[in-house]
């Protein structure tokens, strides 16, 4: 589905409103594609109040909603995920959105819902592509 940043922040902010504790999100995207912007929108669906920024040289930003939201950018840890306790996030009780995760292959859960940020000439093209039967409900 092709939308631009307001769209694709109130799209976000409705999947948020639905996710659920233990959820994984892995955003898939160029640099600039709109994955915090995305990530804004989930925390809004959240409550949220916090503002929410890029973890790009904190790894982790942790914000306290509905549910927790584990926000992390793992484009720096590179071939090293046991860098982190990616289990302290990706096994708890609130939300962990992961940029940059489809780097993580192997480490990631084998549940999970990925979503693939593309530009287009008319904004960002985002295919949700659902890996686990739990993940076929936010489509």
């Known amino acids: 589905m092709i939308m631009n940043e307001i769209d694709m922040k109130k799209f ?7 996710l659920q504790a ?7 995207g160029e640099l600039g594609s709109g994955k915090t912007t ?5 925390g809004l669906g959240l409550g949220i109040k916090q503002m ?11 914000y306290e909603g ?14 090293d995920p046991d860098s982190i306790d990616l289990d302290e996030y990706l096994f708890n009780t609130g939300v962990t959105v992961i940029e940059w995760g489809n780097l993580l292959a192997q480490d990631l859960p084998d549940n999970y819902l990925e979503i693939i ?3 287009t000439a008319d904004g960002r093209n985002l295919t949700l592509k659902p890996h ?6 936010y489509l």
Do not use: C, N, W
């Open 132 to 137: 686990g039967e739990h993940y076929h409900q």
């Open 38 to 42: 995305f990530t804004k929108g989930i």
């Open 52 to 62: 929410i920024k890029s973890p790009t040289y904190t790894i982790v930003r942790e």
């Open 66 to 79: 509905r549910l927790p939201l584990y926000h992390m950018d793992v484009y720096r840890i590179g071939d």
């Open 117 to 119: 940020f593309d530009y």
């Open 12 to 18: 976000a902010q409705k999947l948020g409103e639905q």
């Open 22 to 28: 233990g959820d994984v999100i892995v955003l898939t």
